[in-house]
């Protein structure tokens, strides 16, 4: 039980580590200016080609969130039979075995192990239904609203750096895939009513406002816009230039650059926070 205590501490540390990470590569993409941005996601110029997009699935994989599936019979003796409860039933049932091989004692000394029973049942409850309501939080905050989403690919001549003027040219390119066939490096053009389908890097922008409300919690829009600067703001969520999954479009269009799918996003890293955090409660 203690090796099972120390693993999910180990596990809690790293997916904390990846959390933090995660939040230094968002702020990273955002002080860099378009170029830049192309040398860090390896790429040569703006817009995947076919061989490009085909290599890159094959490293990053689908654009989905891991549904962590809850073990229902693991987290139901865990909430009656932690580490630490498990001391109080052995103490329960050992004086069980006292009174019933010794005749000799009061009923008055089963008053103990009853009480001990009924706060040990009443935490397990207590301990059950947190876990039953963390699985609801991190199923709905992992719901996707959206099976599609408008990418730009195979722009042929080597576009090395995105302007408004650019945008006559790029937009009878763009062609509806599935969500998940999104990967890092492509191009997603995002407008009014559209769910952010991964970590996006904004490119260029007309009066883009999107709601974070299932990242913040707060429904107020925020305005995201082009901007690169090194003494940009250091709070992930206040970048202007970063749209994360799971924030949707409230006005205006932008064209971004992914910078993380799936498992990789910070709504990712976010769900299994909260999942990570509500382990030893």
């Not at 009878?172 to 990967?183: E, F, S």
């Not at 492509?186 to 904004?202: A, K, N």
């Not at 429904?219 to 994360?244: A, H, Q, R, T």
């Not at 910078?259 to 990712?268: M, R, V």
Request: some cysteine; aromatic content about 10%.
């Amino acid at each position: 039980m203690t090796r099972v205590f120390r693993h999910e501490r180990i596990n809690i540390y790293l997916k904390e580590k990846f959390f933090n990470e995660n939040k230094t590569k968002l702020i990273e993409y955002a002080k860099l200016d378009q170029p830049n941005l192309l040398n860090k996601l390896e790429l040569a110029s703006f817009g995947l080609t076919k061989e490009e997009y085909q290599k890159r699935k094959i490293e990053f994989g689908e654009n989905i969130l891991t549904n962590n599936k809850m073990h229902w019979g693991w987290e139901f003796l865990n909430a009656f039979c932690g580490p630490f409860k498990l001391i109080f039933w052995a103490i329960i049932i050992g004086n069980l075995v006292v009174y019933f091989t010794n005749r000799t004692l009061s009923p008055y000394f089963l008053v103990g192990p009853i009480l001990f029973s009924m706060i040990l049942i009443i935490s397990g409850m207590i301990s059950f239904t947190k876990v039953i309501r963390r699985n609801l939080i991190t199923k709905k905050i992992g719901q996707l609203p959206q099976s599609t989403a408008k990418v730009i690919r195979n722009a042929n001549n080597q576009i090395l750096q995105i302007n408004e003027i650019d945008i006559p040219e790029l937009i009878p390119k763009m062609t509806v895939i599935n969500l998940t066939d999104i990967v890092p490096g492509d191009l997603v053009f995002l407008e009014t009513g559209d769910f952010v389908p991964s970590d996006l890097r904004i490119l260029i922008s007309h009066d883009l406002y999107v709601n974070q409300a299932n990242i913040t919690g707060n429904n107020w829009p925020v305005k995201k816009e082009y901007y690169n600067n090194d003494n940009i703001e250091s709070s992930l969520l206040k970048l202007p230039n970063i749209c994360l999954m799971g924030s949707t479009v409230v006005s205006g269009f932008a064209i971004g650059i992914v910078t993380a799918t799936g498992c990789n996003t910070y709504l990712a890293a976010i769900t299994n926070s909260i999942i990570e955090k509500h382990s030893f409660n």
